[in-house]
């Protein structure tokens, strides 16, 4: 029997829309959708876990892994840290049917337009400007020069929304999940 490969998934949108939320919300409730783990030369939040989160590496590794093509997509975020996408596992994934989806920036999404046009790229958007500002505020992990930095950063990826093939407004987690997940065609 032949596997026909999957069609990657791509979920990008502004800072604080909440992409990890979602993202979380899927791997609870539906496990038979593979979500790719990003790299980061951040340092790990309250809670996050090396591994499942985020692989957290050293900005030498980071470069190493980009040399050498290891990574579908990069990008330095908020003009800061770097993250990427590691390439091997989700060709793994995608070559043996699963369902696969990248959590990402907008500039990443951009790059995987370039290499892989046939993804679903689906943008992640707040109900409101206010909205986001008050997630942004609320979940306490920036000081006030990395808000606003982040918040500029925002305006400029939420007028990249007509890039995208998919809008999804996060308005509530579980039905954002659930549009997601339909969207890229697992029986909900």
């Known amino acids: 029997m032949t596997t026909t490969p999957a069609r990657l998934t791509v979920l990008a949108g502004p800072t604080a829309v909440g992409k ?7 791997r609870a409730r539906y496990p038979q959708v593979w979500l ?7 340092e790990p939040r309250p809670g996050e876990v090396d591994g499942l989160h985020y692989h957290f590496v050293s ?8 040399e050498r093509g290891e990574l579908l997509e990069w990008a330095v975020v908020h003009g800061r840290n770097r993250y990427g996408t ?3 596992p989700v060709l793994e994934r995608l070559g043996s049917g699963e369902p696969a989806l990248l959590e990402i920036d907008l500039q990443g999404a951009r790059q995987v ?32 020069e990395e808000r606003e930095r982040r918040l500029a950063t925002a305006r400029v990826e939420l007028a990249a929304e007509s890039e995208f093939d ?3 407004v996060n308005d509530d ?16």
């Open 36 to 42: 790719s783990v990003s790299m980061t030369t951040r």
């Open 86 to 88: 590691p390439r091997g």
């Open 173 to 188: 987690v579980h039905r954002a999940t659930d549009e997601i997940v339909r969207l890229m065609g697992v029986d909900t």
């Open 113 to 144: 337009r370039e290499s892989m046009p046939d993804a679903r790229f689906v943008f992640l958007a707040p109900p409101s400007w206010e909205e986001l500002v008050r997630r942004l505020v609320g979940r306490g992990t920036e000081g006030e």
């Open 59 to 66: 900005s030498e590794r980071f470069d190493e892994m980009a």
């Open 166 to 168: 998919h809008v999804v």
């Open 20 to 26: 990890g939320t979602v993202s979380a919300d899927i």
